[in-house]
């Protein structure tokens, strides 16, 4: 009688059947693998580059006189024009304090250079989608006009450019996606047992 390699007799004569292990399907260069390591550079270009362009004032969202390092806020454009949903008057506040942009750039480089190069990718989809969801907050779609009595031109009242991002990073980090074409391997070896480090 032959045992197939999954079966193994027990002493009581029973077969056992041994569960089959999971496949790691970004382990390997898998299509998937591949895609999801493309889908992950990208995505940290994005974050990467909004740091850069405010740090330098490349001249694309900011001009060169508005750049990080020769004095311009980060933060408070975008949130000082922030006239819509009830966090209005918070992120009012929030514009151009040194707080408000430390963390916004340190967030942005941060996750940018992380999610590119494959390590972190659990920390970054918590920071990353946390930032998206702030930004979401301050743009509001749900509303359809202005506190200034401006049309809002939201296009869909709940999921916009900021969920897809954030739903990005969690679906990186939820399937290793650092694996392949990254450095995620090492990092999970560097981190040990200190998984949320992954």
């Known amino acids: 009688m032959s045992i197939r390699p999954d079966e193994k007799n027990t002493t009581s004569g029973h077969r056992v059947t041994e569960p089959k292990p999971v496949p790691d399907f970004v382990a390997g260069p898998t299509l998937a ?17 909004a740091f850069l362009d405010k ?14 390092i020769s004095g311009g806020s980060p933060t408070k454009g975008f949130l000082s024009s922030v006239h819509v949903g009830p966090f209005e008057s918070m992120f009012h506040s929030w ?37 998206m969801l702030m930004m979401w907050a301050a743009e509001w779609p749900f509303a359809q006009s202005m506190s200034t ?4 031109h939201s296009t869909n009242p709940i999921i916009d450019y900021h969920i897809i991002y954030a739903l990005i990073l969690i679906v990186l980090a939820a399937a290793a996606a650092g694996n392949t074409w990254g450095l995620g391997r090492r990092w999970a070896d560097a981190v040990g047992d200190r998984k949320w480090l992954r």
Request: proline content about 1%; charged content about 10%.
């Open 33 to 49: 693998g591949k895609s999801l390591a493309v889908l992950r550079v990208v995505t940290g270009f994005v974050f990467l580059w």
């Open 55 to 68: 740090l330098f004032g490349l001249g694309y969202a900011t001009p060169a006189k508005g750049a990080w």
């Open 149 to 152: 009595g401006e049309a809002t």
């Open 95 to 131: 514009a151009g304090t040194w707080w408000a942009d430390w963390l916004f750039m340190l967030g942005l480089g941060a996750i940018g250079i992380a999610v590119i190069a494959g390590i972190g990718l659990r920390l970054s989809a918590v920071a990353g989608s946390l930032m």
